[in-house]
């Protein structure tokens, strides 16, 4: 019998603090570095589907390689997004007014929730490589907040390292790895889809994928009609 059942997944020994100015230092080259994670931020895109008129959020936007893609589509509508790093904005920026796109774009620095944003204010929530930088306490609190910016029956796609299958030989390896050099190997494994079942989400969608061996999953979840008076305040910084 095959093990797909989720197994405990690795703790986040650093604070985000360190993270944001890691990601800061590496924001000049990150196209370059992360250049296989252009396929699955694509195909995460694909499955969320934004339209014409919505108004969509995006936690941990990066370099803007998402928001130069969903920006054109929504015409009308509305592009946000929150990263905790003052590098990679300044990145997005650059890119996205290369692009003529940066006036379309609402693009916030934030280390603390709640979100920026009122109850019921997206139609669709994107996330890509960012939820699995969270220590594991701080998952729920973050997608508390999700289910909170998302209008009734709103979607979200995540985008993720994966502890829904298998690891692998390459997964044990990268687990390991992050274990004992958490700034360097930031994110880590987590069980997608029992995370989002947990915290509010009907799973529509799920893909597994492998990334140079390390499993990958797309998870399409939509927002459950009851907000169960799920909240969040203070900041996730350690």
């Known amino acids: 019998m095959k093990d797909t059942e989720p197994r405990k997944y690795s703790p986040v020994d650093r604070p985000l603090s360190r993270a944001a100015a890691y990601y800061s230092l590496l ?8 250049g296989s994670e252009k396929r699955y931020i694509r195909q995460g895109l694909t499955l969320l589907d934004p339209k014409p008129g919505e108004w969509v959020l995006e936690i941990g936007f990066g370099t803007g390689y998402a928001q130069k893609r ?3 589509i929504l015409k009308d509508g509305f592009s946000a997004g929150v990263d905790l790093s003052t590098g990679m904005a300044r990145s997005a920026q650059l890119k996205l007014g290369r692009a003529g796109l940066s006036a379309y774009a609402g693009l916030t620095i934030s280390d603390s929730l709640p979100l920026p944003f009122p109850e019921n204010t997206f139609d669709a929530l994107f996330s890509s490589f960012t939820l699995e930088l969270f220590d594991t306490p701080q998952i729920p609190i973050l997608l508390g907040e999700f289910r909170r910016v998302l209008k009734r029956g709103g979607r979200l796609v995540v985008v993720s390292l994966s502890k829904d299958q298998p690891l692998g030989a390459m997964g044990r390896l990268y687990e ?3 274990n004992h050099f958490p700034t360097l190997a930031d994110c880590r494994p987590i069980p997608v889809r029992k995370i989002l079942e ?10 597994d994928l492998k990334m140079w061996g390390l499993p990958v999953s797309l ?16 900041s996730l910084i350690k």
Do not use: C, M, Q
């Not at 947990?198 to 799920?206: K, L, M, Q």
């Not at 459950?224 to 969040?232: F, K």
């Open 70 to 72: 969903i920006i054109p």
């Open 198 to 207: 947990e915290n509010g989400f009907e799973v529509a969608r799920f893909e």
């Open 27 to 34: 924001a000049p080259w990150y196209d370059i570095l992360a």
């Open 219 to 234: 998870a399409k979840g939509l927002r459950r009609d009851s907000l169960e008076g799920i909240t969040a305040s203070g």
């Open 176 to 178: 390991t790895f992050h």
